[in-house]
């Protein structure tokens, strides 16, 4: 008898959802494992290990959802996570792997400070000055993104690498400018940029901790939901994404669509950093994306792509990474656990994922269609 | 000996000893690349050898278990990174992201009670004769162990991959999975070998780090190494020679820039910082680009999980 | 093998089948595409294990877990698609795998005993090539000669002759009846009456996955093999209209295109087409065929040359305009080029509706409801097997998916038709609606250029025959199969000219 992995002819509608559903809840027991050990190692016996890792479990799941601080905390996270997220869903359909995502989030933030403190800082009205800066972000992450386009489109250069590449360019741009030349002379050495004029900022509700930027993308995500479904570039891009030799054939140029993939991913990208500048941080700062952009990654792949499941996706993110905030201040967890939290989810979802797409089969074959 | 003359010689010299990590991980890589599963998890795998080496070293002063503990380490997440993507064949950039969460946290909360604390580390090493050829002798042989263990990797791994069987083997399951299997090659033993031996080397490159270069234990102390590392195996078109002329090239700037800093030329730290990563793009750019890519280059396989019932 | 049967989801491959090899035979294993032949012999060499039933070797029973222990027990395969290693040299290709060679490489002597293996059998290669750079008759001998350099003494061919010329067909006979003289045993899986008739022993032939019979070779002719592959007499004739071809409608001026080894596969051709004419060129495959098409249709460059369409010259690598202009391309390779595997039917059915404009649709709005009535309405016309539209691609048998491609193609009416080896892996039922499209849409007026490989397939549809090689075109025949020996001889490189 031997046990053999196979793939399954059909995927079970339920398992979309399920799967993902029951790897988190896997990856959530592993990490319970690992918090019991931890405190086990901190509190020298088993009860008390027992009992702080029950309260710092519940305190982490139910914590960002709870209470009004928890849930707006989420909320604000969740925003560029989608943001990122649906932007990189728009290469991913076509298999154009963007992995520069933060790069361009700092990019769009890096051009948000530009025009906010220095292009556009004489425009007054709040409106247009959110408009421009929203479209000076989109286009920094476009034009970010246009440089791994056009390398991929005319010299098949394999975008993972560049774009990778490019993020820590990215980076360590903004800490040029952070640190230097666009230094707040009045920071009293905090390594920050001068803060945002008012108009800069978006208006916010319920008592200042709910910025607009969550509409735009809701937003986002119903016009990209309905592009993908319902336009000829969501059919188009499909064709793309499943044989790009056939979509040759169908007469769709490869090159248009590579570049504008890359471009409108980076933009989308770009946005959500300009966004995050006008809505939470309203100055640069160094580091100021705890690796939103390759958790969006993450984000998006669970979500299938699909762009109202990152919606879902990222908001129970965002409720992880809060939670992973809490258990550092209150817990004193160090951040390397969290890494490896995070590490662990993934590979549960990978598992996951394995395990809808296959089966154990004993001894038996699978199809081949004969031709 | 002027000055001018001590500084060059005194760079290239810091060129060998930078580029040695990359160079582990490099050929490591090009190791599990060639049998055709991606690896994007280097970060973790040197971190987690960094640490691991470090910790052996200081609780035993044994360099050599030191290395072998780093070895082991590496290969534990190898393991992990082929289970998932030979047997489970998940999404081999997922896969590789994921390791080097797994391995850069694992490495942090291990590494917590190190901090600050000097273990035994590898000391220069003079060869007789030649370390005291002029010039030569203080850029080539001025250095220790791991240096010139990795200097002898280099033409091992090549004659290894060329010119004997088993690397036939290696060539083939990368290139041709489905040749291979039909020759009665068991593809997913031989995948997980490499991947597990390239996760081991890798991990040497973060133990030279903890156990020579640094010589102490900092949390995320690769920097990014472990991402210029992947750029360099497609530089290097999987051949261990060019990945020599790869890693040093980028040792070089990072000792350059180091050095010009402090002889105080005017150069921004953060784009000194920028400078490898730019400069990868730029080489992989020109490397795209040659045609003869198609034959001498990516092994065909690379990114795509195997499966005897798929073959059309 | 006694009582083998196989099943996968959906299709009983094998039921209940029994066959025997003797020592020093050559033993034909015929049957239609999809009858499952090639699913029996992936039983014997281990790819498969059957459901039920046994195999025997030498009156015991054995098991045969994989081909690596199926080449152990001495018996090798050398299947439809090639696996070597492109970048490797013949004699590494050759020596991969084996056991007992040691861990460095001795290229010397294993180069010269390749070399003196192939030319005992009259399969001579150069064992320092490399793979990639090899035709695809020579890669052909090195899979063969791989097999015996393992000592294997049952050798089945699976479909051996698609890739060859008559001449190179006679090549490998001689070696295979040297095979056989000394011993070993040969398994000739094949669907060309022909063939089978001239190179067998035995027979056995296979229909719908069921064993019809075996027959000594003396005792069978081509009617009854008919009869027993397909189970009634058919006509595979009928009639062609004769209608004037009209004004030309495809004009092909001196072109000149690369392949992918970047060597020039097509050589300052020129061809015309005029309307409701057939041109049908034959030709050993890798001659250039692929090329040719890919760039009348736009997906090559060509180094230079004219193509132009009713006088209105082509840009070169512009697929939409030809799209446009009513150019259909029916492609060998159609599920790595015309299909979208796990797009839906309906999708598939309509990839190139944007430039085709057969459902006029904007672009902001892509009215899917349309599409799939058009679809539901194709697929019957078409008779293509599926169980809904909104089935992905991927799970149509190769005959289905054919059929989808051509859904798509002909129901645009085009223009210019250019069809490669349309007929691939369809039965005979299917064949003739092929047949049937092809030649009325001849009579509607279309152009069309049909590259396939079985003469007897363009003899039937052409009006005209093209010989190619290399590159180039050998002469014109009339479809004729008088002149059968006549383009063997252009197939194989003489020029017309030169036939006496």
Redesign the interface.
């Known amino acids: 008898m031997k046990l053999r992995i196979e793939k399954r002819l059909a995927v079970p509608r339920y398992s979309s959802i399920l799967v993902p559903i029951l790897s988190v809840a896997a990856a959530l027991l592993l990490m319970g494992i690992i918090l019991l050990i931890f405190f086990y190692g901190r509190l020298g016996t088993l009860s008390l290990a027992f009992k702080e890792t029950f309260e710092a479990y519940k305190e982490m799941l139910t914590w960002p959802f709870a209470n009004r601080y928890g849930i707006f905390s989420t909320l604000m996270r969740m925003v560029p996570l989608a943001f990122v997220g649906l932007g990189l869903s728009f290469a991913y359909r076509m298999k154009i792997w963007n992995i520069g995502g933060e790069g361009q989030l700092y990019m769009g933030a890096l051009a948000a400070t530009w025009g906010a403190l220095y292009l556009f800082k004489d425009v007054t009205s709040p409106v247009l000055m959110i408009l421009l800066i929203s479209v000076l972000g989109a286009a920094a992450g476009g034009i970010w993104a246009l440089i791994p386009a056009l390398m991929k489109a005319f010299a098949k250069t394999d975008e993972i690498v560049v774009t990778l590449m490019l993020n820590y360019v990215a980076i360590f741009w903004v800490d040029y400018l952070v640190y230097g030349p666009w230094k707040d002379p009045k920071g009293y050495g905090f390594p920050g940029t001068a803060p945002f004029p008012q108009q800069a900022r978006f208006p916010t509700l319920f008592g200042g901790e709910f910025h607009i930027g969550f509409f735009l993308a809701v937003v986002l995500a119903f016009i990209l939901f309905y592009v993908y479904r319902r336009t000829r570039w969501g059919m188009n891009s499909r064709i793309v994404g499943d044989n790009a030799q056939a979509a040759r054939y169908s007469g769709i140029s490869i090159i248009k669509y590579t570049i504008i993939a890359l471009v409108v991913s980076g933009a989308i990208a770009g946005l959500g950093g300009a966004v995050q500048m006008m809505g939470v941080q309203h100055r640069l700062q160094h580091g100021f994306s705890p690796g939103y952009g390759y958790t969006a990654i993450i984000v998006a792949w669970l979500a299938k792509l699909n762009p109202i499941a990152i919606l879902l996706v990222a908001f129970l993110f965002g409720g992880l990474l809060v939670g992973n905030d809490q258990l550092q201040m209150f817990y004193k967890l160090p951040m390397a656990l969290i890494s490896v939290f995070q590490g662990l989810v993934l590979f549960s979802l990978l598992g996951g994922e394995a395990i809808a797409k296959y089966r154990l089969r004993v001894s038996r074959e699978e199809a081949v269609t004969n031709e | 000996m002027n000055n001018i003359e001590s500084f060059i010689l005194s760079t290239l010299s810091a060129t060998v000893r930078a580029g040695t990590p990359l160079l582990f991980a490099v050929l490591g890589t090009i190791f599990t690349e060639r049998s055709g599963v991606m690896n994007?998890g280097l970060e973790?795998l040197m971190l987690v050898g960094a640490i691991g080496g470090f910790v052996a070293s200081y609780q035993t002063s044994n360099l050599l278990l030191a290395i072998l503990v780093a070895m082991l380490a590496g290969a534990v997440l190898g393991l992990?990174h082929a289970f998932?993507t030979v047997?489970?064949?998940?999404?081999q950039?997922?896969?590789g992201?994921?390791?080097?969460?797994?391995?850069?946290?694992?490495?942090?909360?291990w590494?917590?009670d190190y901090i600050g604390v000097i273990a035994k580390r590898f000391q220069p090493i003079r060869i007789p004769v030649l370390s005291d050829i002029p010039y030569l002798g203080q850029i080539l042989f001025s250095h220790d162990l791991l240096v010139y263990i990795s200097f002898l990797l280099v033409p091992v791994m090549w004659f290894f991959i060329y010119?004997?069987?088993?690397g036939?083997?290696l060539?083939?399951v990368g290139?041709?999975p489905?040749?291979?299997?039909?020759?009665?090659?068991n593809v997913f033993a031989v995948r997980y070998i490499y991947t597990i031996l390239g996760g081991s080397i890798t991990a040497i490159g973060g133990a030279y780090l903890s156990l020579a270069y640094n010589s102490m234990w900092i949390?995320n102390m690769t920097a990014?190494r472990g991402?210029i590392a992947?750029?360099l195996v497609?530089f290097a078109t999987w051949d261990p020679v060019k990945a020599l002329i790869g890693a040093y090239l980028f040792g070089g700037i990072t000792a350059l820039g180091l050095r010009l800093q402090a002889v105080g030329a005017h150069v921004?730290p953060?784009?000194l910082?920028?400078l490898p990563?730019?400069l990868?793009?730029v080489v992989?750019?020109f490397t795209?680009?040659d045609?003869l890519k198609?034959?001498v280059g990516a092994p065909t396989s690379l990114g795509v999980p195997y499966?005897?019932?798929?073959?059309? | 093998m006694r009582n083998i049967t196989k099943a996968f989801p959906g299709i009983l491959a094998n039921d209940n089948i029994s066959f025997d090899l003797r020592k020093g035979e050559v033993h034909a294993l015929l049957g239609e595409n999809g009858a499952g032949k090639t699913t029996l012999m992936n039983i014997l060499f281990g790819i498969y294990k059957p459901d039920g039933g046994e195999i025997l070797i030498e009156g015991d029973r054995v098991s045969i877990s994989s081909p690596h222990n199926a080449l152990k027990r001495g018996i090798g395969m050398v299947q439809q698609h090639f696996t070597v290693v492109p970048s490797f040299t013949v004699a590494e290709n050759v020596v991969l795998g084996l056991k007992d060679m040691g861990f460095f490489v001795n290229t010397k002597s294993v180069e010269s005993s390749i070399k003196n293996l192939g030319e005992s059998y009259g399969l001579p290669v150069n064992p320092k090539a490399r793979v990639w750079t090899l035709s695809v008759g020579e890669k052909q001998r090195i899979e063969i000669l791989k097999l015996l350099y393992t000592g294997a003494k049952v050798i089945i061919l699976d479909e051996p002759t698609a890739v060859l010329t008559p001449q190179e067909t006679e090549v490998l006979f001689r070696a295979i009846r040297k095979l056989v003289s000394e011993g070993s045993s040969v398994i000739f899986i094949s669907h060309k009456l022909d063939e089978v008739l001239q190179i067998s022993d035995r027979v056995t032939v296979l229909r719908g996955g069921r064993f019809v019979g075996t027959e000594e070779r003396s005792s069978i002719d081509r009617r009854s093999l008919v009869r027993m592959m397909v189970g009634r007499d058919v006509l595979l004739d009928f009639e062609k209209s004769t209608k004037e071809p009209g004004t030309t409608v495809l004009e092909v001026e001196d072109l000149t295109v690369k392949n992918d080894k970047n060597l020039e596969a097509v050589k300052s051709l020129s061809l015309n087409i005029r309307s409701g004419e057939i041109l049908g060129i034959a030709g050993v495959a890798g001659n250039g065929q692929r090329e040719l098409a890919e760039a009348i249709y736009g997906l090559r460059k060509p180094v230079h040359g004219t193509i132009r369409l009713n006088s209105k010259t082509l840009r070169h690598t512009d697929v939409a305009q030809r799209i446009r202009a009513g150019v259909a391309f029916v492609p060998q390779d159609r599920r790595a080029l015309a299909t979208c595997p796990s797009l839906s039917i309906t999708e598939n059915m309509f990839m190139k509706n944007a430039h085709t404009k057969y459902i006029p649709q904007s672009p902001f709005n892509v009215d899917f409801r349309a599409m799939q009535k058009a679809t539901e309405r194709l697929v019957s016309e078409y008779s293509i097997s599926t169980p809904s539209t909104k089935t992905q691609a991927r799970f149509l048998s190769g005959g289905n998916l054919q059929k989808l491609v051509l859904a798509r193609e002909l129901s645009t009416k085009p223009t210019v038709i250019i069809a490669e080896h349309p007929t691939r892996g369809l039965d005979v039922g299917a064949m003739e609606f092929v047949y049937k499209s092809l030649l009325a849409h001849k009579d509607r007026g279309a152009a069309i250029l049909l590259l396939a490989g079985e003469l007897y397939e363009i003899f039937r549809l052409s009006d005209r025959v093209a010989v190619m090689y290399e590159g180039q075109i050998m002469g014109y025949t009339p479809p004729d199969p008088k002149y059968t020996e006549e383009i063997g001889f252009m197939m194989a490189g003489s020029k017309q000219e030169e036939i006496a």
Do not use: C, H, Q
């Open positions: 994007l973790g992990v998932f047997t489970l064949r998940v999404n950039i997922v896969s992201l994921a390791i080097t969460m797994l391995g850069t946290g694992l490495s942090g909360l590494g917590r010119k004997t069987r088993p036939l083997t060539r083939a290139e041709s489905d040749a291979a299997d039909a020759k009665g090659i949390e990014g991402w992947i750029a497609l921004s953060d784009f910082k920028m990563y730019l990868t793009i992989l750019f795209s680009t045609t198609r034959k499966s005897r019932e798929e073959r059309t």
